[in-house]
T-cell receptor, first 116, second 113 residues
Framework: GESVGLHLPTLSVQEGDNSIINCAYS??????FIWYKQESGKGPQFIID?????DKRQGQRVTVLLNKTVKHLSLQIAATQPGDSAVYFC???????????????FGEGTQLTVNP | ETGVTQSPTHLIKTRGQQVTLRCSSQ?????VSWYQQALGQGPQFIFQ???????GRGNFPPRFSGLQFPNYSSELNVNALELDDSALYLC????????????FGNGTRLTVT
């Protein structure tokens, strides 16, 4: 079936470098995407979202890029810090219609490790 | 603003038993969703509740059931527990309507022996 997936299971960067985490999705009808950060022993924490009518959205130190042509999503983290070490998930909203709340399909996640 | 809280944090049950997990929504949210997260995997959608009724369900058997209360809190019930039910169970709350980000609690770690 259709699902959201990630290119790399692990990513290791040096403190202060920029990080890029990639995600490929297969459902061309998806119109809403979210990035989550999950630290050990905690639930997923909302980072940033983007709707399909946008190509780019920026937050504090994070940027999400959406390329609908190739069905690719990426999360860029600027000046990566040790506190950014976590598993990062992209999620695709599979909800249908205005009466539905968001129902997310998650990828398997990328483990980001920031080395001091 | 109060976030999503779940109880208990950890639970150990025996195969065949029943379990109830609880969730309090983030203040102002009216929709509750439950997800199951197996070790090393992404969360999987179980079901969603809105206006105290089930509003969508993932690929989970009927022994997974839920409730939403007038104060938007929620319960997840699992009957006839199986070993494969061992997982982290996550509750998330949101506003009704598409494109509303889910805000998750820290989950309940269920171990079935």
């Amino acid at each position: 079936g259709e699902s959201v997936g990630l290119h790399l299971p692990t990513l290791s960067v040096q403190e202060g470098d920029n990080s890029i985490i990639n995600c490929a999705y297969s459902n061309s009808a998806s119109d809403y995407f979210i990035w989550y950060k999950q630290e050990s022993g905690k639930g997923p924490q909302f980072i940033i979202d983007i709707r399909s009518n946008m190509d780019k959205r920026q937050g504090q130190r994070v940027t999400v890029l959406l390329n609908k042509t190739v069905k690719h999503l990426s999360l860029q983290i600027a000046a990566t810090q040790p506190g950014d070490s976590a598993v990062y998930f992209c999620a695709e909203n599979m909800a249908q219609g205005e009466t539905s709340g968001s129902r997310l399909t998650f990828g398997e996640g990328t483990q980001l490790t920031v080395n001091p | 603003e109060t976030g999503v809280t779940q109880s208990p944090t950890h639970l150990i049950k025996t195969r065949g038993q029943q379990v109830t997990l609880r969730c309090s929504s983030q203040s102002g949210h009216n929709t509750v969703s439950w997800y199951q997260q197996a070790l090393g995997q992404g969360p999987q959608f179980i079901f969603q509740y809105y206006r105290e009724e089930e509003n969508g369900r993932g690929n989970f058997p009927p022994r997974f059931s839920g409730l939403q209360f007038p104060n938007y809190s929620s319960e997840l019930n699992v009957n006839a527990l199986e070993l494969d039910d061992s997982a982290l169970y996550l509750c998330a709350s949101s506003f009704q309507g598409v494109d509303s980000p889910l805000h998750f609690g820290n989950g309940t770690r269920l171990t079935v022996t």
